[in-house]
């Protein structure tokens, strides 16, 4: 299976600030990368799609770029309300696979 | 709009079933593209995929759950469900149904969920 590493487990910024995830996959996965933002108690959702696709509804504060086997997400401007756990998932093999999360506080 | 609901008992007694069914408001399960899939999330191993069924019932499984699991859609109901057989306290999870998509490019994606239902499995 392809493992997904994301780096830092968790993090803490401030509102404004701009903060960036990293995901690394254990082998090439070109840019079948996908992001989900996920809060306590609610199922996760869909934030960029195929690295660098913003999904419809989703704020361009917001943005995802990589390819190969290392991708980032970016959020500028952090506003109180992306308090989140947020993953990365490949669907470039099978089974499907989703990174371990990053919670990301916001002081 | 799509929505997706996730029913099914709380609570399952090891070595026993789980059953769980999704109901699709919205789309059907059985026409278009679209794809229907079952994910779980446990704390420690987090989010894993396990199947998914597609508008002619084709059925793809994750490998790891592939010997204990039957995945079905009823188009009359339109709903589609998932059976676990030989349930240990690992498979304790909230279980979460999922629209699986796929774009141009081949790009696969979750953009609708299920609020997800808590299993747990214990005597």
């Known amino acids: 299976d392809t493992q997904l590493t994301q780096s830092p487990t968790s993090l803490s910024a401030s509102v404004g600030d701009t903060v960036t995830i990293t995901c690394r996959a254990s082998q090439d996965i070109a840019n079948y990368v996908n992001w989900y933002q996920q809060k306590p108690g609610k199922a996760p959702s869909l934030l960029m799609y195929a690295a660098s696709n913003l999904q419809s509804g989703v704020p361009s504060r917001f943005s995802g770029s990589g390819s190969g086997t290392a991708f980032t997400l970016t959020i500028s401007s952090l506003r109180p309300e992306d308090s989140a756990t947020y993953s990365c998932?490949?669907?470039?093999?099978?089974?499907?696979?989703f990174g371990q999360g990053t919670k990301l506080e916001i002081k | 709009q799509v929505q997706l609901q996730e029913s099914g008992p709380g609570l399952v007694k090891p070595s026993e079933t789980l059953s769980l069914t999704c109901t699709v408001s919205g789309a059907s399960v059985s026409s278009g593209d679209d794809c229907w899939s079952w994910i779980r999330q446990t704390p420690g191993k987090g989010l894993e995929w396990i199947a998914f069924i597609d508008n002619r019932g084709s059925i793809y499984y994750n490998p790891s759950f592939k010997s204990r699991i039957t995945m079905s859609a009823d188009t009359s109901k339109n709903h589609f469900s998932l059976k676990l057989n030989s349930v240990t306290a690992a498979d304790t999870a909230v279980y979460f149904c999922a629209r699986r998509r796929v774009d141009l490019g081949n790009h696969v994606y979750f953009d609708i969920w299920g609020r997800g239902t808590l299993v747990t499995v214990s005597s």
């Open positions: 998932q490949q669907s470039c093999f099978t089974p499907y696979t």
